[in-house]
Nanobody, 126 residues
Framework: QVQLVESGGGLVQPGGSLRLSCAASGFTLNFYAISWFRQAPGKEREGVSCINSGSGSTYYADSVKGRFTISRDNTKNQVYLQMSSLKPEDTAVYYC???????????????????WGQGTQVTVSS
């Protein structure tokens, strides 16, 4: 049984940083493309970032480019999202998502995913 578990969310002031973690069981993360999505109240779900299997090429939404960094630790079977220079508009529930059909991040923001974590809340507020 595949399970994705996010952690690391919390309350942070504008300009601050957080690192989200995604731990997997029943699923080897480095074999597949892994994405982070977020959803804020009243807004559509947004694909934030993706990391390819193999080469580990990374992709970012324009809204977070230059501020967020996605990475992977194959020894721990975890994927991370380092978030810096956080803004109030980054407030959302963040989800780690994966699907064994996808090895690359092509079109990652629009495709359907089989596996979703439960999400972790990130609140950016003074």
């Amino acid at each position: 049984q595949v399970q994705l578990v996010e952690s690391g969310g919390g309350l942070v002031q504008p300009g601050g940083s957080l690192r989200l973690s995604c731990a997997a069981s029943g699923f080897t993360l480095n074999f597949y493309a892994i994405s982070w999505f977020r959803q804020a109240p009243g807004k559509e779900r947004e694909g934030v970032s993706c990391i390819n299997s193999g080469s580990g090429s990374t992709y970012y939404a324009d809204s977070v480019k230059g501020r967020f960094t996605i990475s992977r630790d194959n020894t721990k079977n975890q994927v991370y999202l380092q978030m810096s220079s956080l803004k109030p508009e980054d407030t959302a529930v963040y989800y780690c998502v994966a699907d064994s059909r996808y090895l690359a991040c092509s079109d990652y923001q629009r495709r359907a995913y089989k596996y979703w974590g439960q999400g972790t809340q990130v609140t950016v507020s003074s």
